[in-house]
């Protein structure tokens, strides 16, 4: 059974650059998280694509844009980039459950892109 | 303001003794909680998931939750070398309910 996969594990840019990380979900699951975790940091939320929709987005500029294919594959794009744009990009991958109380999704890592931007 | 707060520690424990970990959030609401491991440079692992108030527990690994005081731990029996790692907390809130909430983490570290 495959885990969640992510290319490529590492990319230098320069600023003003555009990236592009792609990400495929562990076998069964239909929906991708986004997350960007800086050094010491805990990952904060980029966005989650659902149905090939982005369902919530977090506090993050329009540079950052998604998509997810119709085999729940998905891609991070990142324009115009920054010099603090450099962190460890993380894509996590779950089984939509909802219950009366609320999301119960268990979310499943893949290895990570670590961008380097100079 | 959504928060899962830890304290980012180093915590040292001996090998063999009892590490524990605390988390607490800021949402009420909160329903699902989850505790991952992380090694440096990797990504983050997930060890276990809590819902109900009270105990799991999953091999030398221990979950606590108490809804009532707005925290959740994680006990480590019989801690190992290998154990050294960061530690992370993260809730889903029930007003963004497809958004785990995640705490900085604390850092253990399990002496020989």
């Known amino acids: 059974d495959a885990g969640v996969t992510q290319s490529p594990t590492h990319l230098i840019k320069t600023r003003g650059q555009q990236v592009t990380l792609r990400c495929s979900p562990k076998s069964g699951h239909d929906t991708v998280s986004w997350y960007q975790q800086a050094l010491g940091q805990g990952p904060q939320f980029i966005f989650q694509?659902?149905?090939?929709?982005?369902?919530q987005r977090g506090n993050f500029p329009d540079r950052f844009s998604g998509h997810q294919f119709p085999n729940y594959s998905s891609e991070l794009n990142v324009n115009a980039l920054l010099l603090g744009d450099s962190a460890l990009y993380l894509c996590?991958?779950?089984?939509?459950?909802?219950?009366?109380?609320?999301?119960?999704?268990?979310?499943?890592f893949g290895p990570g892109t670590r961008l380097t931007v100079l | 303001q959504k928060e899962v707060e830890q304290n980012s520690g180093p915590l040292s424990v001996p090998e063999g003794a009892i590490a524990s970990l605390n988390c607490t959030y800021s949402?009420?609401?909160?329903?699902?909680f989850f505790w991952y491991r992380q090694y440096s440079g990797k990504s983050p692992e997930l060890i276990m998931s809590i819902y109900s108030n009270g105990d799991k527990e999953d091999g030398r690994f221990t979950a606590q939750l108490n809804k009532a005081s707005q925290y959740v731990s994680l006990l480590i029996r019989d801690s190992q070398p290998s154990d050294s790692a960061t530690y992370l907390c993260?809730?889903?809130?029930?007003?963004?309910?497809?958004?785990?909430?995640w705490g900085a983490g604390t850092k253990l570290i399990i002496k020989p």
């Open positions: 996590a991958s779950s089984l939509a459950v909802w219950t009366s109380g609320g999301s119960t999704d268990t979310q499943y």
């Open positions: 949402d009420r609401g909160s329903q699902s």
């Open positions: 694509y659902y149905e090939e929709e982005e369902r």
């Open positions: 993260a809730a889903y809130h029930m007003d963004s309910n497809y958004q785990l909430i």
